[in-house]
C-alpha cells in the first residue's frame, strides 16, 4: 500500500544514465529545471517533452514507474492549476460564472504551471532513480564544495540529505509495518470522516515516531563508534573523476539550452497552448 | 473450522524491477486446534505466507478458506476474519502506543465495537494469560522492559479473542528465560483453549518441542509438511536450504554412527535422554 510511494527512490537498473557521474546528473537536472522556466512556448515544451522522453528511454526506468512518482504532487497540482485559473484577470475574457472568469491567459499560464511542475517532479526523479543515495550525496558534495570558502558546511549538509534520503525507504516499510499491525488488530484506517481518520492515524503516528527517534539515536551511536568527525581531513575511497560519457552528456545538455534559448529569443510570435 | 490454502501465489511489486515470486503454488490445510510451526531461511516466504492467514496481503492467484469461505469472495467480512486470525508480528513490541498499557491492550478489543467494561474485562484476561504483571498495568508501554513490552503486545492481539493465533518470531531478541515463558504461556493457551497456533521460528528446538506439524518453506514453496520426527529426518535436505534439526538429533546420529544401539529420530533432549537410557538398559 504505501510503499507505493515512489519519488525519491533508487530503481536499479543498467543503462548510461546509471553510470553517468552523479555531478552531471544534478547539473544536468538543475538547467533542464531552468529550461522549463524561462520559456513559454509551445515549441519549447516540445523540445522539452522530447528531451524528457529520450532520457527516460535510455535510463530504462518505466514510465510508469516515474509517473506514480507524480501522485503525493496531485493535490498541490490541482490547487494550483485551478487557482490560476479562476483567479488570473488580466487577458480577454472567454467564459464568466459568478464570481469566477477565465480569460485566455489564465488558461495560458494554468497551463504551463501543470506542465512545469509535472516535469519539475519527472526530471528530479529521474536523477533519483538513476542515482544511489551514496553517489548523490558525493555529488552534491562535490558541486557545492566552492561554497565552503564562505564558511557554509558542505560535507555536513551532504551528509544530512544522504542520511535523509537514506531513510525514506526505511521509514516507509516501518509504516507499512506498523500500519499492518494496527490493522490486524482491527484498526479502521480507509473510512470515515477526516476527523475520524486524522484519530485513527494516531496508533501508526506514534509507533512510528518513536522508532525514528530509536534509529536515530543508533545511527548517531554507530557513527560516533568510528570516530565520525565530520568532513575536515577526510578522504574518499572512490573519488569521483570525469569519464568520456560524461563530457558527452554535458555537450548534450548544453546543446539542448541553446536550442531553448534560441526558440525563447528568435521564434517571433508568441506560440500559446491556446 | 480451518484454513486452507488452495494453489496460493503472491507476487511482490508485479511489472517492477523489484518484482518477486512471493509464493509459489501452495497447498495447505490447518484444521482447528493444531499447533503447526513454520520454518524456513530468511527471505523463504514464511512472513508473506502468514500474513495471508488474516488477509492483509492478497493472494495474487488461488484462494484461500476460512471455514470453508472463500476470503477472497464478494462482501467477505475481512474485519471479522481478522478478529477470528489474530497475528502478532516480528517485534509486536513496535506497535504500542497508548498512554499505558491497559489502553494499549484494549485497542483490539475496542475495534471490534465492544463496550469500555467489556474491553477492560478482556484485556485484564489477556495480560494475565501471557503472565504480564498486575502493578505495571497504568505505566506508559514505553517504560517497559523488552520482554514485558512483547508480553503486552502480544496480549494485544489476544484480548481479541481469536480462534486462530500467528506468532512471527515472537521470542527473536529475547533472553532464555523470556523464551520459555512466552512460549510455554502459548503452549498453555493451545491446551486449554482448542485456540489454533502457527508459530514461525528460527529455533529448531522450540519448533520441536512445541509444535504437531512442521512446514518448511523454501524459495516461496512449501518444501516439507508433516509430524517433527519426519521432518527433521530429512536434516541433510534442510542442511542444503540453510535449515538444520534439532542439536540433539545430531548427537543421536553421531551415537548411532559411533555404535551405540539408538533409534535416531528424538527431536527433544527429553527423549533423547530416555532413548539413551533405555539403549543402556538393553
Redesign the interface.
Known sequence: MI?DITIGQY???RSVIHRLDPRVKIICTLLFLISLFIQRSILGYLIATIFLGMVIYTSRV?L??ILKGLKPIIMLLLVTVLFTLFLTREGEELFHFWIFNITDKGLNISAYTAIRLIYLIMGSSIMTFTTTPNALTDGIERVLHPLNRVKVPVHEVAMMMSIALRFIPILLE?TD??M?????????LESGNMIQRVKAM??VL??LF??AFRRANDLALAMEARCYRGGEGRTKMKPLVYRAKDYLAYAVIVLYMMLIFFVGRFVPFHIWIF | MSIKLEHLNYVYSPGTAYEKQALKDINLEIPQGEFVGIIGHTGSGKSTLIQHFNGLLKASGGALYYNGENIYGDGYNMKQLRSQVGLVFQYPEHQLFEVDVLSDVCFGPKNQGLSSEECEKRAREALELVGFPEKYYRQSPFELSGGQKRRAAIAGVLAMRPSVLVLDEPTAGLDPKGRDDILNQVEHLHKNTNMTVILVSHSMEDIARYVDRIIVMNQGEKMFDGKPKKVFSHYRDLEKVGLAAPRVTYIMHALKARGMNVRTDATTVEEAAKEIIRSFHD
Open positions: 510503499r530503481y536499479p537498473a518505466p510508469k514507474y516501518e509495518k506498523i499492518k499491525a494496527q490493522i490486524a488488530r482491527g484498526a479502521d494516531i496508533p506514534v509507533p518513536v522508532s
